[in-house]
């Protein structure tokens, strides 16, 4: 059978129980631990380097590879990621969103958390209550089908919410009703966010520890629905200060927000590429052969793996 490239895609791992927030969605430390483990053993564990020469044909490993990844720049990478693979020799690939490193919280986390400390329907109601107010004239209604493709782990009537948070309300409108609720309920953002988030020096001793850092955007907005001119601003942003707060590194990678191909366009990966990423990963469900894409590199979630 034809070897393969296999990417793993990580969010949350952290000691769920002990902390503030046990109903985040991610994945147990120990948990995670095992799953390297397992991984380490059915596979060639991958760098970006060798995971590209396969893609281009330069390189045939004896079996599957795996290449590791990390979304958002959560402190999670830096305190429970970090250690496991530099005692393992394995290099992850680490995303970060660079206004969460300036100390706001993306308006996608501020929905989990804000998930995480009401309940689900109570939280559907007070947001729809403060979109009504707004703006009584914007429609709820979603692309189930769409829905059912970006949200597959969650269940429908969150899936539907999440899909019209992050795909189908305008921006702004959403975002200010994020801030007023995260405030009620959260409490102050920045202090938040140095708290959820990695600081630039924490991302720059990844690098000297032999890991990758990549571009996930400045803003964590889905880069398909936003005007074109802002588009550029944000990946213009994002790279730049990528560059000016990071140590250089000969590679730069790039992860979409939320990956489904509905998330991003032609001008995206144009402009991605005149940036200088030289690779983007997506998150389209499966593995890699030799000729794919290499800046729509698809990835399987972690709940994906069966142990």
């Not at 894409?293 to 069966?306: A, G, H, L, Q, T």
């Amino acid at each position: 059978m034809d070897t393969r490239l296999n990417v793993v895609m990580y969010h949350y791992v952290r000691d769920l129980p002990r902390t503030l927030f046990p109903r985040i969605k991610g994945l147990l430390s120990d948990d995670f631990k095992r799953q390297v483990a397992w991984l380490s053993e059915r596979h060639e564990m991958a760098t970006l380097e060798s995971a590209l020469a396969f893609l281009a044909g330069k390189y045939q490993p004896t079996r599957d590879l795996c290449l590791l990844t990390f979304d958002d720049g959560l402190r999670d990478h830096y305190t429970d990621v970090l250690p496991l693979l530099t005692e393992r020799r394995i290099q992850g690939l680490f995303f970060v969103i660079t206004s969460c490193l300036e100390g706001q919280v993306a308006s996608v986390h501020k929905s989990h958390f804000l998930m995480a400390v009401l309940k689900f329907e109570h939280y559907r109601h007070v947001f729809l209550t403060h979109l009504a107010e707004l703006s009584p004239e914007t429609s709820t209604e979603v692309n189930l089908e769409q829905v059912k493709h970006t949200y597959r782990w969650d269940a429908p009537e969150v899936a539907a919410f999440k899909y019209l948070l992050n795909f189908q309300l305008p921006a702004a409108l959403r975002d200010r009703i994020l801030d007023d609720l995260f405030v009620e309920y959260l409490g102050d953002e920045k202090r938040f966010a140095q708290e959820l988030y990695m600081s630039w020096d924490e991302v720059s001793r990844m690098q000297e520890l032999g890991m990758l850092v990549g571009g996930h955007s400045h803003s964590h907005v889905a880069l398909a629905t936003m005007e074109a001119d802002h588009q550029r601003a944000d990946l213009e942003t994002c790279a730049g200060m990528l560059h000016d707060r990071l140590n250089s590194q000969s590679f730069w990678p790039f992860s979409y927000p939320y990956g489904k191909s509905n998330s991003f366009n032609s001008l995206t990966v144009e402009t991605v590429q005149n940036l200088g990423f030289g690779c983007a990963f997506a998150t389209e469900v499966g593995g890699n052969q030799i000729g794919q894409d290499r800046f729509s590199i698809r990835r399987i979630d972690f709940k994906d793996i069966e142990m």
